[in-house]
């Protein structure tokens, strides 16, 4: 079984300044974990993955996420927030190599002010 | 190269009428899959299908029915809508050879009144 939890429903910061959305996430395996990203009224959009691979990763538009076994959680970070990435973020688990059985948090709202 | 387009766009329907839901790809995905949408719930996996003329259920599979006409095309049916069924429909396809990415459709607003 496989789960995640996005700890903020809603995160808010000026722009220019550093995002940190978090995610916690359990697996009975060793997880692929994803970040995405949907704009208003649009699709979703791949940010970045894990894949068993270098622990931190880093994504299109800046973004970034470190693994962290230990603490299970796969948090995304941007050093300096851009108006253009107020979005909803969703991080998501799967099985290696099966993304049938993928499983999405409840997403993050973020809000970049002027 | 459009990806994953689906159709369509927006429905309003009321309860009780049918509908299908209409999704192809272009990318050569082997996996294809239908989520829905809700407030506050992320996305849930309605079907799926690993490969041309096989389907499975997902985790919330009741009131619908899928159809995976073609390695290109997979449809998702609503034989009887009901108010729940409101939602945000995404399509979406895999093709292992991309590092198991998922591409999704920008999705279809369905309304049941």
């Known amino acids: 079984a496989q789960s995640v939890t996005q700890l903020d429903s809603h995160v808010s910061v000026s722009e220019g300044t550093p995002v940190l959305l978090r995610c916690n996430y359990s697996?009975?395996?060793?997880?692929?974990l994803f970040w995405y990203v949907q704009h208003p009224n649009k699709g979703l959009q791949l940010l970045l993955k894990?894949?068993?691979?270098?622990?931190l990763v880093k994504g299109i538009n800046g973004f970034e996420a470190e693994f962290k076994k230990s603490e299970t959680s796969f948090h995304l970070t941007k050093p300096s927030a851009h108006m253009s990435d107020a979005a909803e973020y969703f991080c998501v688990v799967s099985r290696p190599y099966n993304n049938n059985d993928m499983r999405f948090g409840a997403g993050t709202r973020l809000t970049v002010k002027p | 190269n459009a990806g994953v387009t689906q159709t369509p766009k927006f429905q309003v329907l009321k309860t009780g009428q049918s509908m299908t839901l209409q999704c192809a790809q272009d990318?050569?995905?082997?996996?294809m899959y239908w989520y829905r949408q809700d407030p506050g719930m992320g996305l849930r996996l309605i079907y799926y299908s690993a490969s041309e003329g096989t389907t499975d259920k997902g985790e919330v599979p009741n009131g619908y029915n899928v159809s995976r006409l073609n390695k290109r095309e997979f449809s998702l049916r609503l034989e009887s809508a009901a108010p729940s069924q409101t939602s945000v429909y995404f399509c979406a396809g895999r093709q292992a050879s991309s590092g198991n990415t998922i591409y999704f459709g920008e999705g279809s607003w369905l309304t049941v009144v």
């Open positions: 894990y894949t068993s691979a270098a622990t």
């Open positions: 990318m050569n995905h082997n996996s």
């Open positions: 697996s009975s395996y060793s997880p692929s």
